[in-house]
DNA sequence: CTGCTACTTTGAGCAAACGCAAAGAGAATC
DNA sequence: GATTCTCTTTGCGTTTGCTCAAAGTAGCAG
């Protein structure tokens, strides 16, 4: 096995205020992996055995309810944190996580978080606040869920995956992994219908180009202003 | 100024693990007051100057949108620590808390969160822990609201409500603090009418008994039933 | 007791979005 | 190059739940 680079996670979020000597020693136990396109890094409810850091690719965050119905918590992208269960005290994982791309990650054994955390205090409190940052987000998107509907909705997750994961071309803002209408559905609370619909609707108005598993943001400025109140505005 | 009496916290969550003397020096730097019902705690977006504990009462976590609708994010019953904006690397309050009874709270300033947290590492892994149960419950929020219809969310609600802060009666179960429609309408991302409806129905089903900013249910294993899927499950 | 305020109920019409169904288009496989 | 599979589009009927409006009711203040 070859060693591990101290640089591949040395700029990371997670590891930011660890020293060199740290950064090796946490780097000795953890293991590279590839993963292809379409395979799953861990399943919703198994024994939460390890925790990762993707280094390159995308990944989808699915949780499915009992009667199979699927909701796409978020996307990872290189440098985050997954799989972190061990921190929030739980023995399972509380959602899937699949490969969108092919993807590289880190992962070290569940067991070691809590020495780490106690060993390495910026650990602990760089994981915490990505944990922070997340219940926000998440906070943010109940709101959302509860007072939009669902041009709205759609249209403010388009703008929130263009800045994750925009990249610019000559027709706009792309995002630059496989995304089908049905993963919008799933993230916004909506159905694949409703979405192609919106699609070919804003489309037509110049806003967006998409094809198959495939969008691209035009003009950001007039989808953020369909994100915020369309009608009822008119005071 | 009368002195805190170490009883007042040992027992709970946030301070489990910690020995009389970190008890004590904890409450040293503690103010308790009292809240009237009505009264914001701390209100969102204003500078996060203090956490706290709620001892008694019952506090309701409401977030607002620019727009000025209202979000219940939660209830939060004695107990319970809350305004932790300080655990995750925030400075402002996300939301406004209000207590919907007469309430006491211990309070400390914000700056003391990371001193806490590194002279006792049992209260910041505690508190931790409460945040990433937090992040548990709103991510199966999330779920509920992509996937659910209004008739399941609010039956769910109930449900959560009554376990949270049910009190034995003759009827039923109660929700032991006033929560009107509203309120329900706000944690379930609907409108008051509708939830109006859906009580009446319920109740001419004796499903639950309701009046004036007042729940009671009757038979919640038959409000579980509806709770999950009502149509649909006849395969 | 009376009037006021806040909360609740109920009706009627309407719009948003879903479910179903079928056809079209792109990509991959053989 | 033909076939298959998956993803997407689009039409239509239906439903859910919202909006608007108005009346009913309980508690509170004077």
Redesign the interface.
């Known amino acids: 096995m070859h060693r591990l680079d101290r640089s591949l996670i040395a700029g990371l979020p997670a590891f930011q205020g660890l020293d060199d000597s740290s950064l090796d020693a946490i780097l000795q136990s953890a293991s590279s992996l590839r993963v292809t396109k379409d395979q799953a890094i861990f399943d919703q409810d198994s024994d939460a055995h390890s925790f990762f850091v993707l280094l390159d690719g995308r990944v989808q965050v699915v949780?499915s309810?009992p009667?199979g119905?699927q909701?796409v918590?978020r996307y990872i992208v290189p440098g985050e944190l997954l799989g972190i269960a061990q921190?929030?005290?739980?023995t399972t994982y509380?959602?899937s996580a699949i490969a969108v791309v092919d993807c590289v990650v880190l992962a070290w054994p569940g067991k070691l978080w809590p020495e780490f955390a106690?060993a390495y205090?910026s650990f602990?409190m760089n994981t915490?606040?990505t944990?922070?940052?997340?219940?926000?987000d998440?906070?943010a998107?109940?709101?959302e869920?509860?007072?939009e509907q669902v041009e709205q909705r759609v249209a403010h997750c388009l703008l929130r995956l263009i800045k994750q994961s925009g990249k610019q071309t000559n027709d706009g803002i792309t995002i630059d992994f496989p995304i089908s209408r049905q993963d919008i559905a799933?993230m916004?609370?909506t159905t694949l219908h409703t979405v192609s619909r919106l699609l070919t609707g804003w489309e037509e108005k110049g806003l967006v180009k998409s094809g198959r598993q495939q969008v691209t943001v035009v003009e950001p400025s007039r989808l953020s202003v369909l994100a915020e109140?369309t009608a009822?505005d008119n005071i």
């Open positions: 949780k309810t009667d119905q909701v918590v921190a929030l005290g739980r509380p959602a106690t205090p602990g915490y606040r944990v922070g940052s997340r219940l926000s998440i906070q998107q109940v709101v869920m509860a007072t799933e916004t609370g109140g009822r």
